[in-house]
């Protein structure tokens, strides 16, 4: 996350049409009628999981595609994050491919996004981001290459930050992708051993998803999950 942020189980999202979060487009228009964004949510659609949260301050739609697809289209302001993927997570390998444009090189990611509890971590492997760089502001945990690419690997501590679980304490984990894709494979397995080699322990695993994320920036995703549910 960009900024603090809640993620809440707000809507089970079963159309299998390209239309967004059903529903809750009323309580949405109540809830934010001048930025005519989609509610918060996450739930199942298609076979995939799907999580969904921005903080109101401007106008986002979120949309749920076919099988393992999902578009977004943000304004300028606030901060978001959603995607379709897994729950639980695993050590699986995630192919996807992604149309991801934020306007000017906005601040953005492209990132395969979890969380685990016991401990409590929420993790990164981000594809590609825009002008901001998300290590910047964190501990430095040494690098891998994966298939001729260089990720650079990051921890950062979150205190008394929103979380899955309500205002917590918790680790960060971050392996940023130097050379900035939109399509591919991501082999989860080699990342998770990768921080467990840099002391960087993983837990009991929850979602985990192709997301886009973006704050202060506006812009556009499209992206398809193409591993099976």
């Known amino acids: ?35 005519s964004s989609t509610p918060n949510g996450e739930g199942t659609h298609n076979g995939y999981f799907y999580s969904w949260w921005s903080d109101g301050s401007s106008p986002v739609t979120y949309t749920n595609g076919a099988g393992g697809s999902y578009s977004v289209d943000w304004q300028s302001g606030g901060n978001l994050v959603g995607g379709k993927g897994y729950n639980p997570g695993t050590s699986r390998s995630i192919q996807y491919t992604a149309s991801w444009n934020p306007v000017n090189n906005g601040n953005s990611y492209l990132t395969i996004y979890g969380w685990t509890r016991s401990p409590l ?43 899955i679980d309500g205002i917590q304490t918790f680790q960060q984990y971050w392996a940023i992708r130097q050379q900035h894709r939109t399509s591919g494979t991501v082999n989860m397995g080699t990342f998770f051993n990768a921080w467990e080699s840099a002391g960087m322990p993983l837990g009991n695993h929850y979602y985990q998803i192709v997301a886009t994320e973006a704050y202060n920036s506006r812009g556009s995703a499209s992206v398809t999950v193409q591993s099976p549910p």
């Not at 942020?5 to 001048?34: F, H, S």
């Not at 492997?125 to 994966?146: F, K, L, M």
Request: aromatic fraction near 8%; charged fraction near 15%; charge should be negative.
């Open 1 to 35: 996350m960009f900024f603090s942020k809640v993620i809440t189980a707000a809507a089970l999202l079963t159309a299998a049409t390209a239309t967004p979060i059903d529903g809750l487009e009323t309580l949405g228009n109540r809830l934010n009628a001048r930025q």
């Open 121 to 163: 971590v929420e993790y990164y492997v981000v594809e590609a981001h825009g002008e901001y760089n998300p290590g910047s502001s964190a501990q430095s945990r040494g690098s891998i290459t994966v298939d001729g690419a260089t990720y650079n690997l990051y921890e950062s501590t979150r205190t008394n930050a929103p979380s």
